[in-house]
T-cell receptor
Framework: GAVVSQHPSRVICKSGTSVKIECRSLDFQATTMFWYRQFPKKSLMLMATSNEGSKATYEQGVEKDKFLINHASLTLSTLTVTSAHPEDSSFYIC?????????????FGPGTRLTVL | RKEVEQDPGPFNVPEGATVAFNCTYSNSASQSFFWYRQDCRKEPKLLMSVYSSGNEDGRFTAQLNRASQYISLLIRDSKLSDSATYLCVVNTGFNKFYFGSGTKLNVKP
C-alpha cells in the first residue's frame, strides 16, 4: 500500500507552546489529507479535512484557530497545535487519500503522540 | 444515529477458530467500504476494501449487503497475530469517511 509518514512520532512540550506536526505522502500525490485525534481505547475522531491549495474544513467543535492546518503541496500537510494545554495531549494521526489506485482509500501515517505538561 | 456502528466486543476466540464481525451503516448512498485493523497504540492499516460482489484475501473474506446496509468481515483459522481492533470505514462521498468505533478481537492460544 501507499506510504504516509508523520513527524515527529512523539513530542513532549510545555503548556502554552505550539507544536507542528507534518504529514507527508511519500509515493503518491494526495489532494486531500485528513487529521484525526484518538484518545486511549477510543475510536478515531476526525478533526479536519485538508485540501491542497485551499482552506481546511473543520469538524464541528474543533477550533480552527487552535489547530492550524496548512496543505501547501500535494505531498505535505501540517497541523500546528497552538498554545497547547494538557487536555490537548493525545494521539494525532493523519491520513492521505489515494485516488490514483482506483480504490479511493485512505492511508494513515504512524501517528504523533503529543504530551503537554 | 451514528453513521457507522460496530459491536465493540471483545471477541475472545481460540487459535484456529472462525470469527465474523458485522458493521452497519446508515447512509444508503454510501459509496465505498473498507476494513482496517489497528494494533494498540499504532495507526490503522488498511486490511481490505469491500466490494459489492464480496472479496477474499487469504483467510479474510469481506462482504457487502447494500439492501440491509451492512458489511462483514470473516476471519478463518484465526492466528494469535490477528488480535487487534478492526475498524469499519464507510465513504459517503464528498470527502466524508466515517469510522466505526472498532471491534476488538483477542485470539487465545
Amino acid at each position: 500500500g501507499a506510504v504516509v509518514s508523520q513527524h515527529p512520532s512523539r513530542v513532549i512540550c510545555k503548556s502554552g507552546t505550539s507544536v507542528k506536526i507534518e504529514c507527508r505522502s511519500l509515493d503518491f500525490q494526495a489532494t486531500t489529507m485528513f487529521w484525526y485525534r484518538q484518545f486511549p481505547k477510543k475510536s478515531l475522531m476526525l478533526m479536519a479535512t485538508s485540501n491542497e491549495g485551499s482552506k481546511a474544513t473543520y469538524e464541528q467543535g474543533v477550533e480552527k484557530d487552535k489547530f492550524l492546518i496548512n496543505h501547501a503541496s500535494l505531498t505535505l500537510s501540517t497541523l500546528t497545535v497552538t498554545s497547547a494545554h494538557p487536555e490537548d495531549s493525545s494521539f494525532y494521526i493523519c491520513s492521505a487519500r489515494d485516488r490514483t489506485s482506483g480504490e479511493d482509500t485512505q492511508y494513515f501515517g504512524p501517528g504523533t503522540r503529543l504530551t503537554v505538561l | 444515529r451514528k453513521e457507522v456502528e460496530q459491536d465493540p466486543g471483545p471477541f475472545n476466540v481460540p487459535e484456529g477458530a472462525t470469527v465474523a464481525f458485522n458493521c452497519t451503516y446508515s447512509n444508503s448512498a454510501s459509496q465505498s467500504f473498507f476494513w482496517y485493523r489497528q494494533d494498540c497504540r499504532k495507526e490503522p492499516k488498511l486490511l481490505m476494501s469491500v466490494y459489492s460482489s464480496g472479496n477474499e484475501d487469504g483467510r479474510f473474506t469481506a462482504q457487502l449487503n447494500r439492501a440491509s446496509q451492512y458489511i462483514s468481515l470473516l476471519i478463518r483459522d484465526s492466528k494469535l497475530s490477528d488480535s487487534a481492533t478492526y475498524l469499519c470505514v464507510v465513504n459517503t462521498g464528498f470527502n466524508k469517511f466515517y469510522f466505526g468505533s472498532g471491534t476488538k478481537l483477542n485470539v487465545k492460544p
